[in-house]
């Protein structure tokens, strides 16, 4: 049988160790070759770059880039690695796990079963992204912490906080930082919805970061048409607030002024 | 007196030295001069001034009862419960006699058997009724509740961090066999200490050792990440407190502050004994990224009900942030 390439994902080292002598243990069954470990999702993104294992061992919770956003970013890579989450206890994420066909394992491990899921691995689908986002609420109550944007083979990580603004326009969403714009593929109305905290809806198709705001300027004659437009810090663009947002974003105006 | 048993079973007469009690009667006594007083005036307007005139013949009687109650309380504590409820009010309803024949004897009052009978009685009818109020009060709250809801209380490890400690004890197995046999033997411990009986209480010595083994069970999994110090000047080791009030309260900090973070943080622990009371300040770095607040809440508010059953009004918990840092500062009356 041909070996796989294994990357395991945990905060606690001695977790990690043990998942090492397990695939050891399984090798004569199913022959692995570990190609790397790391400490959290953002360092395994990294180990990514330069190797694309088979299968991906992730841990549930981990500082600074937990499992569940770390398969959110997966899921973007042109031929993502099969991901078999690792958990000591999430009774909710396991259940929908179960639901959702997605293959776990409880800490501590069994062999038995971890050789069973190495050989399901091949054919293992991403978690699908429905599966993920009903998680968050759980498991990562403040939403993801970066956003991905595939370019030219590369996944890149855009933080959430360098982000100024969203902009949907025709098919895609674009996400702008003061240095330049991402390309996500993202719906506009879910990124609202998950960064509620983070973001304000001034038009159909426009989220600002309420921090960026610098102020407001009105638009046009004095009469009818007349609109207003956002000033948002570090660039130059002006965003147009569309009358039926104006009254949402006027009362935060107020509330920030006070 | 080592537990919420404290009382023989069966008995209800309260503790007269808790603070919540003398409480509970002042306030309750004063109800019922104000009572009283409505019953006596004939016009709204001059019920404040008849209760004052109520209050100069309650209030020393109320005191001198409430002295000599804590004073007599463990005596009284060994007669069956109705005797008890009788000589208490027996107690009080002789003060109130004498305390007339004094006012008497001062010239406040007119003397004569009829005067010093009505007084006599209207403190026992009042102290009867502050018994029957503590007698439901202690049945709502009867033992058995209490202690089952002391039990339910107590707080459970998060499974959570049994799991993760025993995948952390199997990774040791092979290669170091005797560190992994010290953590099992830890585990056993931490284990035995939560399944025993929560309603005695333990000596804080225990206490902290039981603490110690927990913080060194979370070392083995979480490494560097994870530093402790220990501030613990001349505490009498034979002091006893509640069980499993400190350690919830760790692995609090340890699950909002260190878990959540890459970088490696400090949980501290300080004693201090200050007269009668001790203090007992945790702290562990806020983590910005690690937002399960509610959580957090409430295990406080489990802890704050348990403390509430022990101690009634005399023990505090308060959880402040302070310059990224998460504070829990706990007050327990000293009681050996």
């Known amino acids: 049988m041909q070996e796989l390439s294994v990357l395991i994902v945990d905060d606690e080292a001695p977790a990690r160790a043990r998942l090492r002598e397990l695939l050891g243990d399984v090798a004569g069954e199913t022959p692995t070759r570990v190609v790397g470990e790391a400490e959290n999702g953002l360092a395994a993104l990294d180990l990514l770059e330069h190797e694309s294992p088979d299968v991906v061992f992730v841990d549930i919770r981990m500082p600074k880039m937990g499992g569940i956003e770390l398969a959110q970013h997966l899921a973007h890579l042109p031929q993502p690695p099969a991901l078999i989450f690792t958990t000591a206890y999430d009774a909710y994420a396991v259940q929908a796990f179960e639901v959702n066909a997605v293959d776990y394992l409880l800490k501590p491990v069994r062999a038995a079963r971890l050789a069973s899921a190495l050989g399901k691995a091949r054919a293992l689908r991403p978690p699908p992204a429905t599966l993920l986002q009903s998680l968050q609420p759980s498991l990562q109550p403040d939403g993801r912490r970066h956003l991905s944007c595939h370019e030219r083979g590369r996944l890149l990580l855009i933080p959430i906080d360098a982000v100024l603004y969203l902009k949907a326009d025709l098919k895609y969403v674009t996400a702008r930082t003061k240095e330049r714009e991402y390309l996500l593929d993202e719906s506009l109305t879910h990124l609202e919805h998950e960064f509620a905290q983070r973001f304000i809806r001034l038009h159909r198709s426009v989220l600002v970061a309420k921090e960026a705001i610098l102020g407001f300027e009105r638009n046009g004659p004095e009469e009818a048409d007349a609109h207003w437009l956002a000033l948002v810090r570090d660039v130059p663009e002006r965003l147009p607030v569309s009358r039926r947002q104006w009254p949402v974003v006027k009362s935060y105006a107020r509330q920030l002024s006070t | 007196m080592a537990s919420i048993k404290q009382n023989p079973a069966g008995h209800r007469l309260p503790d007269f030295r808790n603070l919540g009690v003398m409480l509970r009667l002042l306030l309750g006594v004063n109800l019922l001069a104000l009572a009283a007083a409505l019953v006596q005036v004939t016009h709204l307007a001059a019920w404040p001034e008849r209760y004052i005139d109520l209050a100069v013949w309650v209030e020393p009687l109320l005191l001198c009862s409430l002295l000599l109650l804590a004073v007599l309380r463990d005596l009284l504590w060994r007669l069956p419960y109705r005797l008890a409820a009788a000589t208490v009010i027996a107690l009080v309803a002789l003060q109130a006699a004498l305390l007339h024949d004094f006012w008497r004897f001062m010239g406040f009052a007119e003397g004569g058997w009829a005067a010093v009978a009505r007084a006599a009685l209207l403190a026992a009818g009042c102290a009867g009724a502050m018994l029957a109020y503590f007698h439901l009060r202690a049945g709502a709250l009867s033992p058995a509740l209490a202690e089952a809801r002391l039990q339910a209380l107590t707080a459970r490890i998060r499974p959570h961090f049994l799991f993760n400690s025993l995948n952390a004890v199997l990774s040791l197995i092979r290669a170091e066999p005797r560190r992994a046999e010290h953590a099992l033997e830890e585990l056993a411990d931490l284990f035995r200490a939560l399944m025993r009986d929560h309603r005695d209480l333990v000596p804080l010595a225990d206490e902290i050792a039981l603490c110690r083994q927990y913080l060194d069970l979370e070392k083995l999994r979480l490494g560097d990440r994870l530093h402790v110090e220990w501030a613990i000047d001349d ?99 000293c009681r050996n």
Not at chain 2, 245 to 254: G, I, R
Not at chain 2, 282 to 297: M, T, Y
């Open chain 2, 235 to 333: 505490l009498p080791g034979e002091m006893r407190v509640p069980p499993l009030m400190l350690q919830p309260l760790l692995e609090n900090a340890v699950y909002h502050g260190i878990e959540p973070s890459a970088a490696p943080g400090t949980v501290r622990i300080r004693f201090a004994r200050r007269g009668d009371e001790l203090t007992v300040e945790l702290s562990n770095p806020v983590c910005p990224e690690g937002a399960h607040v509610a959580g957090n809440r409430m295990a406080l508010a489990n802890i704050r009900e348990r403390l509430a059953l022990y101690y009634d009004l005399e023990a505090r918990l308060e959880a402040r942030e302070e310059n990224g840092t998460y504070i829990v500062h706990m007050v327990l009356p």
